[in-house]
């Protein structure tokens, strides 16, 4: 028994200074985590001698994006990547003006072939499957029963389509284009932009039909309410690093998206990065849509410089629809009948 004890007591004085070994070790620590990447900066636009945002510069807002989202897309604000590459390669296939198929009228409508044409290869940068951010369903709103109105009576004003040349469009008489606007909107060809500014006024040209937008931004009032212009009167301020234009007094020759000449237009021009010019722009005319709207589109920079567009009211198209107009109808009073 005593044995036993004796064992029981060596194996207990082997074990105890083991145990205090153990007890004095200092605990073992995980190592330190990292200390937190710093957040990047901000991007900043650079700045004018006079402290203004530099919005200066050639830019292009050439895109394959619709104004509105397709019928086969509803729902669906956003694009993937690859539903983005996907949907840029059915568009260029679909545009392509060299393809030989469909009846002879398709041929004609492709008269001029695709070296001549621009409209892009790419959708926005933010991938939306429409310019309109706003309604969310990227759809125009509802036109009031007074506008569809105004519209038919206007179409209807016109007389004959061929009558002179006020009945032209004004597009067609090279004296005002969708890319001019306001608002400035993406064509088939000629997207580029020319802005140029200081501490009172910031330009911009317009590569189609070489037009100007002059925009005083030294706090000016408008003109009075009588005073119409095709481009409207703009008045611009800076709200932050944003460019706030408010443009009214609009005539009813322009009639963007069918509007009336109290359209109040509001557009928005901010640098977001380097080679990006986010343009917004708001329509509201509470006499035409059943609620303001507004769109976006991400405009790129480019290189200079601008070369003219040389269009004027005197082009040989103008001249040519007229004299075909006339010849028509000489045509049909020798058959005793009227022109279509």
Not at 30 to 44: C, G, L, S, T, V
Not at 186 to 199: D, G, L, M, R
Not at 228 to 255: C, I, M, P, S, Y
Request: proline share 9%; glycine share 6%; aromatic share 8%.
């Amino acid at each position: 028994m005593k044995r036993r004890y004796a064992i029981l007591a060596a194996l207990l004085m082997t074990q105890v200074p083991m145990l205090i070994l153990v007890a004095q070790r200092p605990a073992l620590r995980r190592p330190a985590a990292p200390p937190p990447a710093p957040a990047p900066k901000a991007w900043a636009p650079p700045r004018t001698v006079d402290g203004q945002p530099d919005l200066q510069g050639y830019w292009t807002n050439v895109t394959l994006t619709p104004l509105q989202r397709p019928a086969n897309l509803s729902g669906k604000e956003f694009f993937t990547p690859q539903e983005a590459a996907e949907y840029e390669q059915q568009i260029i296939s679909n545009n392509n003006a060299d393809r030989r198929d469909g009846a002879a009228s398709q041929d004609l409508s492709r008269a001029y072939n695709d070296f001549w044409w621009d409209r892009g290869t790419r959708v926005v940068k933010t991938l939306r499957t429409s310019l309109i951010i706003d309604p969310p369903d990227g759809r125009l709103p509802s036109l009031l029963p007074e506008a569809t109105q105004r519209i038919v009576a206007r179409r209807g004003g016109r007389g004959g389509a061929a009558d002179g040349p006020e009945n032209r469009p004004l597009a067609e008489r090279c004296l005002l284009w969708a890319t001019a606007g306001p608002p400035m909107m993406p064509s088939f060809y000629n997207n580029n932009y020319h802005i140029v500014q200081n501490k009172d006024y910031v330009v911009i040209l317009v590569e189609m039909i070489h037009d100007a937008r002059v925009i005083p931004i030294d706090n000016r009032p408008h003109l009075p309410g009588e005073v119409e212009q095709w481009l409207g009167d703009a008045r611009g301020h800076w709200e932050g690093d944003t460019l706030v234009v408010e443009t009214t007094n609009f005539t009813d020759k322009t009639a963007f998206q069918n509007t009336s000449k109290d359209m109040k237009l509001t557009e928005k021009f901010k640098r977001t990065d380097a080679d990006t010019l986010m343009y917004e722009f708001t329509v509201d005319d509470p006499s035409t849509y059943a609620r303001p709207w507004t769109a976006q589109i991400p405009m790129s920079k480019t290189e200079g410089p601008i070369w003219e567009y040389a269009c004027h009211e005197g082009n040989y198209s103008l001249t040519n629809v007229l004299a075909g107009a006339r010849a028509q109808e000489k045509e049909a009073a020798s058959r005793g009948g009227q022109s279509q």
